[in-house]
């Protein structure tokens, strides 16, 4: 991933492109395709499918949107996750064998090929939920 990888603005609910060729006006921050979802930066690289569920994360670890596929794939509404640390909702997969320390790791070392399933209490299996698309890649505001 080199510096050159360009930023783009997506949709925090339904991962559609800004119809904007820059930045959005501030009036237009939300999605014209679903009406929901505020409209993001994040590199290129970063930016997940509609198809993808994923997660909007803040530095301190606290979730801040969910796709509409995360939704629905967690069983939870985006008003039950905002403001719930990460941790309350995903583990990584091989958390046994990384012991106490091994889940800010995981966030903070995100790769593609690096997934997180969900917690106790949420799905059986996290396909759609990798790291680098959670929780990489957004600039903070």
């Not at 930016?47 to 979730?63: E, Q, W, Y």
């Not at 990460?86 to 990384?98: G, M, N, S, T």
């Amino acid at each position: 991933m080199g510096h050159d990888v360009p930023w783009l603005w997506f949709c925090g609910n339904c991962a559609a492109p800004s119809p904007h060729a820059g930045p959005p006006p501030p009036h237009a921050r939300v999605c014209p395709s679903c009406g929901l979802g505020l409209l993001l930066e994040a590199r290129e690289d970063a930016i997940p499918s509609d198809r993808d569920a994923f997660l909007v994360v803040d530095s301190s670890l606290l979730i801040q949107a969910m796709s509409r596929e995360a939704q629905r794939f967690l069983g939870l509404t985006e008003q039950d996750a905002v403001d719930k640390p990460i941790a309350e909702l995903l583990v990584p997969a091989d958390a046994e064998a990384q012991g106490r320390t091994g889940f800010a790791a995981a966030i903070t070392q995100a790769r593609p090929d690096r997934h997180l399933r969900p917690a106790a209490g949420g799905a059986d299996r996290a396909r759609g939920l990798s790291a680098a698309s959670s929780a990489r890649g957004l600039r903070d505001p």
